[in-house]
Each structure stands twice: as structure tokens, then as C-alpha cells.
């Protein structure tokens, strides 16, 4: 497994392009978030499995916790599997009223990607937060 931090930075970028259009402010990068993404995008590769909610794994409050993210107000999670770059996650995560709406949510203030390629195949993981 291989995690492609280039492929994090770029879904980074394009959030924040998205939601300067829609009057937010950019999010900043948060290394902790990135670890909580990061595992969890492994987790879901070592299953085979799109999901929250991997075997014996924490919530997301307790993930990101666990990761060094304390002391947060507010969280939200988008996953996905199969798409093949940033742009076609993206265009996927926008195009879905739940993932769009974490996104938009200009409440929001931090952000770790999490991004494994197993063989082929992409596993995705964006972690937001506020403190």
C-alpha cells in the first residue's frame, strides 16, 4: 500500500477552489486530521470496503482524537473508493448532496486527506474540523 501525498495536496487545493466560489473561507492543511485520514483510508484498503465504520476501529470523534486532534467543536467525513485522481473524486464528492454539503460547510476550518492506492485502486478520505 502506498499512501500519494501529492494526490492529498491536490484534493486540498481543489476543496479550497470550491469553496472560495461559494463564499468560505480556504481550509489549512492540519497534519493530525491528515494521520486520522490517512489510517483510515488504509483501514478501508486492507478491508476491501467503502465505510465509516471499519471492524474494531473508533468513530470519527475518537479517531481524530486518537491522531491528535483535540479539543474539536465540530467534524465531518467524505470517503470514497475507485475514482482514479482528485478532479474525479472531487466531481463525485460534489456532485453528492451530503459530501457537497461537508465541503461547503463554511463552519469548517481544517482538513487532512488521507489518499492509498492498493494495486489500482484509490481509497479516499477527507477529515474536516474545527476547533
Known amino acids: ?10 484534493v486540498l487545493t481543489l476543496v479550497n477552489r470550491r469553496r472560495s466560489a461559494a463564499g468560505c473561507g480556504a481550509l489549512r492543511s492540519n497534519e493530525k486530521l491528515r494521520r486520522s485520514a490517512r489510517t483510515h483510508s488504509v483501514g478501508m484498503a ?3 470496503t467503502m465505510t465509516h465504520f471499519l471492524p474494531g476501529e473508533a468513530g470519527l470523534g475518537q479517531r481524530v482524537t486518537f491522531a491528535g486532534y483535540r479539543d474539536w467543536r465540530r467534524l465531518a467525513e467524505n470517503i470514497a473508493s475507485g475514482f482514479s485522481s482528485p478532479r474525479a473524486v472531487m466531481r463525485a464528492w ?3 448532496p451530503e459530501h457537497r454539503a461537508n465541503i461547503l460547510d463554511c463552519r469548517l476550518r481544517h482538513l487532512g486527506v488521507g489518499v492509498v492506492a492498493q494495486g489500482s485502486r484509490l481509497w479516499w478520505t477527507q477529515d474536516f474540523g474545527r476547533r
Open 1 to 10: 500500500m502506498a499512501i500519494n501525498a501529492a494526490y492529498e495536496d491536490k
Open 46 to 48: 486492507q478491508y476491501g
Open 94 to 96: 460534489m456532485a453528492s
